[in-house]
């Protein structure tokens, strides 16, 4: 690569995991002037590692996806010495989960019933495998329905009609279904499974292993990368307000931030979350995006998933669970969205997963919601989640006197640099809006002035989109693209495959 190349102004907005992970690589392969425009007053984005009392707890991001080889991030935390030995072994590595570990589950009802698994189990399955099936509309096209919800709601139906037709406990197993509706809204970070594409389910694509977190937080994976660049590569708190592009043959790109303050540049590489894309796309781009990539935003998903970390004095759930289920008698309609918000938002948290190991976190639970009650229980204090969360409890055990010790709640939806939590594939949208979203600027490459804007950030992995680790790629693919374009007389062509 010629010495120019090296020379180029880079600048790369937000200090996320595809921030850090492009200016890592930028700065490995020699590129001289790279730097970070970050909004915050920390790195790392959606990784955010917390503490309630004494405990990490991860406010963002939880687990490696598919801890082994082909997980990048799984390679880095190992190479860093951040992962517990089980995590390493070759069996955790060649689990196929498929995106669902097989926790060991407690399940409690309404009417404050403990429930044998075993008599929930068959709608449990039966979720199961229509997920799976969901995901086959990719491939073969046909969908019966726009949306995974529409599409299991009928299946389960239908279904059901012939295997629990004796059944007298149906309506128990329905309402098992309301409440792994409600699970997937949190996987899929969607209001509701309505608004997730049946067509286009498929596109995202799990790895092999049993997925892991990271004992001393997942901030550790933030710092070591950290650690190998130089401390002033980072400017905080440095909004940036706009990027002005051209297509008119001037050379520098312009990056305005909210102090007025103008940072030239010869390449930017935009990561900002999709959520603040969406709100700010008009804005942050002068002259406007291409039609085509306004649309993209626009069609591609993008919702709040939110935690509830609970610690409590002693456990009121098995020692070896590590899911709780909370089923609500009364949602036999198959439903994974609450009426009243304001009265219910409480009915739409699934559960909660259970931090193992005990010895290490003493009795703490992290519940789950997604989705516009996520939205609203951010709207309120932390005592008032408390007090909700007790009554649940209280409800779903029959013991009136459970008291949690503390509570400590997720806003993502309200952070104003991140407008929610992850990506989905919605309802109408395809492959091509998530190319469209990752093709640099000037759409057309010309060769006097090209790959002026770039764009990585999870939302922008064709199939890895809402994880670290798809996160992590898109920054190594656009460090990638700069690197071939110096290297090549000829302008770089966007990648086609899979990273
Ligand atoms: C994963 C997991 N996990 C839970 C929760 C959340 C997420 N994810 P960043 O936002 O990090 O960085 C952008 C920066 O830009 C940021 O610092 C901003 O401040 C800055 N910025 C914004 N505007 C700016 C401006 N104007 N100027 C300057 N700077 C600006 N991923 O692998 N494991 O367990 C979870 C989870 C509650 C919120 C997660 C998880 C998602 C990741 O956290 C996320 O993708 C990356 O961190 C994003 O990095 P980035 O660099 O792109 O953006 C089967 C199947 C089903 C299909 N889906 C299954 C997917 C499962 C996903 N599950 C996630 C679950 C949890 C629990």
Not at 3 to 14: D, N, P, Q, Y
Not at 71 to 95: H, I, K, S, W
Not at 470 to 490: P, V
Request: hydrophobic content about 35%; aromatic content about 10%.
């Amino acid at each position: 690569m010629s010495s120019t190349g090296f020379e180029a102004r880079i600048v790369i907005i937000g200090c996320g995991i595809s921030g850090i992970a492009a200016a890592n690589r930028l700065l490995k392969v020699g590129f001289k002037h790279v730097r970070i425009l970050e909004a915050t007053g920390r790195s790392g984005g959606r990784i955010k590692t917390g503490k309630l009392g004494d405990n990490i707890v991860e406010i963002g991001a939880n687990w490696i996806h598919g801890p082994s080889e082909e997980n990048p991030v799984f390679c880095l935390a190992r190479q860093y010495g951040l992962l517990d030995p089980d995590a390493l072994t070759p069996e955790n590595q060649a689990m196929d989960v498929r995106g669902h570990p097989p926790w060991i589950p407690n399940v409690f009802t309404s009417s404050g019933r403990k429930l044998n698994f075993e008599d929930v189990y068959p709608a449990v399955e039966m979720f199961g495998e229509l997920m799976e099936e969901s995901a086959e509309f990719l491939e073969k096209g046909g969908e019966p329905w726009p949306s995974v919800g529409q599409f299991i709601r009928a299946e389960v139906l239908q279904r059901s009609a012939e295997k629990w037709k004796e059944d007298n406990a149906s309506s128990l197993k329905r309402s098992m279904i309301s409440t792994m509706l409600k699970v997937e809204c949190c996987v899929n970070g969607t209001h509701s499974l309505d608004d997730l594409g049946l067509g286009v389910n498929g596109l995202y694509k799990t790895i092999l292993g049993l997925d892991c977190t990271f004992p001393g937080g997942y901030e550790g994976l933030v710092r070591n990368l950290m650690s190998e660049m130089p401390a002033d590569l980072v400017t905080y708190n440095q909004p940036v307000r706009c990027i002005h592009w051209n297509n008119s043959g001037k050379k520098d790109v312009k990056v305005e931030c909210e102090d007025g303050k103008m940072v030239a540049a010869d390449h930017v590489i935009v990561t900002v979350p999709l959520g603040y894309l969406k709100k700010h796309f008009t804005s942050l781009f002068h002259p406007p995006l291409p039609l085509h990539k306004m649309l993209s935003i626009q069609r591609m998903g993008f919702g709040t998933n939110n935690k509830i970390f609970v610690e409590f004095d002693s456990p009121w759930w098995d020692k070896d669970c590590q899911v709780i289920y909370m089923v609500w008698e009364d949602e036999d309609a198959m439903m994974d969205q609450v009426n009243d918000i304001p009265g219910s938002w409480i009915k739409k948290l699934f559960g909660f997963t259970v931090l193992k190991p005990t010895e290490r976190f003493g009795h703490v639970l992290c519940g789950w919601i997604a989705g516009h009650e996520a939205s609203y229980m951010e709207t309120l204090s932390e005592q008032e989640v408390l007090n909700a969360v007790t009554q649940l409890v209280r409800r779903f055990t029959g013991n009136p006197i459970i008291t949690p010790r503390r509570v400590l709640t997720s806003k993502w939806f309200h952070d104003p640099w991140t407008c929610g939590s992850y990506s989905y594939p919605a309802i109408g949208c395809s492959l091509q809006d998530i190319e469209n979203m990752m093709e640099p600027l000037p759409s057309k490459q010309s060769l006097s002035q090209p790959l002026q804007v770039l764009f990585a950030g999870e939302a922008t992995h064709p199939c890895y989109f809402s994880t670290v680790h798809g996160a992590l790629l898109t920054g190594w693919r656009e460090a990638d693209r700069l690197l071939a374009h110096y290297s090549s007389t000829q302008p770089a062509q966007p990648p086609k495959s899979k990273l």
